[in-house]
């Protein structure tokens, strides 16, 4: 069973869908956190495709847009890094509150800047036993090399990103950042997804995190793949890893 769902944070309304497997719960669930300027679609619908997979095992999961983006509430201008934990935090407060999710085994999966926050998440929330990492941001150093960019935001407070404009905040709080730092407090299982053909967050964020995170962890890093997997194969190979991943940890 597939259904829209709404909730709030910080005042703000969320929108996101929550995926039911059939039978008789309670089941465990996984949180999907998307990537910077992402949604709960994401590139090819594979967040879609990642939920109804995990569903088929009998895994619940929530996909939704963090505020500001999709059709959540708020404006993409305001988003940061850290109201974006915020929001992920309080999808993890949706799952507790559904009598047919099992409050004591919940997961949570992020892509790109998503990973970072999933990352922060598990380590500071003890209700996360399980992480998975898909091209996950470990350094938000990475923008300093955009430095025409981020001088642009300093200067005029803001900077258009094609269409969405994004405060200065958004560079502020994200240089403060220290995902590396969560992930080697998270004692949980971990898995980390990238490809090594990913031209946007390098490869060497995976390496970054699978050596910071303590304990039971798996790599895949997927040949040639770019940043969200786009073919059939490599999509395939990601959610099939992700879903026995959630399925043997959860």
Known sequence: MERPVVWTSEGEQ??????????VGPFPAVAIYHGFTGTKVEPHRIFVKMARALCQMGIAVVRFDFRGSGDSEGDFADMTVSREI??????LDFLQEQASVDPNRLGVLGLSMGGAVAASVA???TRVKSLALWAAVADFSLFRAQIDMVE??????YVDL???VLNWAFYEDALTQDPLKWAASYKGPALVVHGD???TVPVDHADLYYGAIPGEKEKLIIPKADHTFNSHDWETAVIEKTATWFQKTL
Not at 152 to 157: E, I, S
């Open 162 to 164: 094609g269409g969405n």
């Open 86 to 91: 915020v929001d992920a935090k309080r999808i």
């Open 123 to 125: 380590g500071q929330d």
């Open 197 to 199: 053909g990913d031209p």
């Open 152 to 157: 642009q935001a300093r200067k005029q407070g």
């Open 14 to 23: 969320m929108l996101g869908v929550f995926h039911q497997p059939q039978g």
